[in-house]
């Protein structure tokens, strides 16, 4: 750009050519890129994980572990006493691939049952207490309660309508259960519970068609490091 110069007294215009360099100490931090949402998967039999805890619990036969079964029924009158389906998705949090690190927002979460027969409706509830599978109806104390202690008294989805011919899967929306579980909630898993004597039944993470057993699906934003 044009510089005025004096020179002995006389005003001369002189052309210089600046360059101008980039400053090496930038009083700016950098934006960080921004963090790309994720989508997981868990499922027995996919990608090598076997992490699902699936178990029915009946009060005709309470004392009776049913894990293993390739089905499952929840039923308030199943042959003359209630039955319960417990459901729980382990290694599904931490920092390793293919996991939901802590303190991640959740966009979506999904639950797809496979089932096979519509019953009546059944409410899906968040536990609130451990179990194992080896429980039975009896070791719970007498089944699950959604009481707020043994279980939320929230639903976190419910049944309706009918089974189409074309598909079983059935989804629940549990995007604020795995948000809690992000956040640092203790996952134990759901329980559904049957509001009439007919009985819902689907298939568990036994069977041998994987595509029906139960699927988890995370969509969600990793934290900032």
Not at 21 to 46: C, I, L, W
Not at 165 to 174: H, N, R, Y
């Amino acid at each position: 750009m044009p510089v005025r110069v004096l020179v002995g007294g006389v005003m001369v215009f002189a052309a210089l050519t600046l360059a101008l360099a980039a400053d090496p100490y930038p009083t700016t931090k950098p934006t960080a890129a921004k963090a790309a949402k994720r989508s997981v998967t868990f499922q027995n039999g996919v990608n090598d994980y076997a992490g699902t805890v699936d178990v029915e619990i009946w009060a005709v036969a309470p004392n009776t572990c049913l894990e293993g079964n390739i089905n499952a029924s929840s039923d308030a009158d199943n042959d003359g006493g209630e039955s319960q389906i417990l459901v729980r998705f382990d290694d599904v949090f931490g920092t390793a691939p293919g996991k939901v690190p802590p303190n991640s927002a959740v966009h979506s979460a999904t639950l797809v049952i496979g089932a096979f027969d519509e019953g009546t409706t059944v409410h899906l509830h968040r536990m609130l207490v451990p179990f194992k599978k080896t429980s039975t109806w009896n070791s719970l104390v007498g089944g699950v309660t959604a009481d707020g202690k043994e279980a939320s008294r929230q639903k976190d989805g419910f049944t309706f309508g009918k089974i189409a011919a074309s598909t079983s899967a059935i989804p629940f929306d549990v995007t604020d259960t795995v948000q809690a579980w992000a956040n640092g909630a203790t996952n134990h898993g759901w329980v559904f519970i049957n509001t009439g004597g007919n009985g819902w039944d689907f298939y568990t993470s036994e069977f041998d068609d994987v595509k029906q057993r139960p699927k988890l699906t995370i969509e969600f934003t990793p934290p900032k490091e």
